[in-house]
């Protein structure tokens, strides 16, 4: 599970949007999941910069604020993989639970870590109707290595203003399928027991509040 900690520690540099400054797209109209996107950005920011309110209240309104971006469930049930078949509903919506909580808890430790860059929106790409990625790349004032910015896509769903966040690529690697992979062999190491990945998803959580 160590993989997967490292992994994390990468989407929360893109996905948290803690330290990020919201860059308009300057070249065509922007398309309604370029602008959905966007905007979070601004969103997220502005909870995270509130300095008016407690540590644990912008905690809770930033977990709130993740939850209404990203459909959860069907992240989280994703990376069950051929084990949600064997998983009992109880066990489903417990692990459900605990993947929340334990991606909102790690998304918030590393906030800190970046201040000054900015993620722009670069060009969406729609895969079918209603199913669109939208790309963006972090960039960094600070970074004078030459190397191009970190490539970060978002996989979009909805039409008609209405949308949601289903999956994320950081660098060309998907959350939700190495998640599905790294679960998938912590479950094969015990026995297929999801109650045991549930306690470890709570254990690592509680590490990063």
Do not use: C
Request: net charge neutral.
């Amino acid at each position: 599970m160590m993989t997967l900690v490292a992994r994390r520690l990468v989407l929360a540099m893109a996905v948290a949007f803690g330290g990020l400054m919201a860059v308009s797209q300057p070249a065509a109209a922007a398309t309604g999941p370029e602008t959905f996107v966007q905007a979070n950005v601004n969103k997220g920011l502005a909870i995270l910069n509130n300095k008016g309110i407690s540590a644990e209240q912008r905690r809770v309104q930033f977990q709130q604020f993740i939850l209404g971006l990203t459909d959860m469930r069907r992240i989280a049930t994703f990376t069950l993989g051929q084990y949600k078949n064997s998983a009992t509903p109880q066990e489903r919506d417990q692990f459900v639970a605990a993947f929340q909580n334990y991606a909102t808890a790690v998304y918030q430790s590393y906030f800190s870590k970046y201040t000054g860059q900015s993620l722009r929106v670069t060009g969406s790409q729609e895969r079918a109707p209603g199913d669109t990625i939208v790309q963006t790349q972090l960039m960094d004032p600070n970074d004078h290595s030459g190397n191009q910015p970190l490539e970060v896509d978002f996989r979009v769903s909805g039409d008609n203003g209405k949308f949601i966040v289903i999956d994320f690529s950081v660098a060309g690697i998907w959350l939700a399928i190495e998640e599905r992979d790294q679960f998938s062999s912590f479950l094969g190491q015990n026995g297929g027991d999801v109650k045991t990945l549930i306690k470890h998803l709570g254990d690592l959580a509680k590490t990063y509040r």
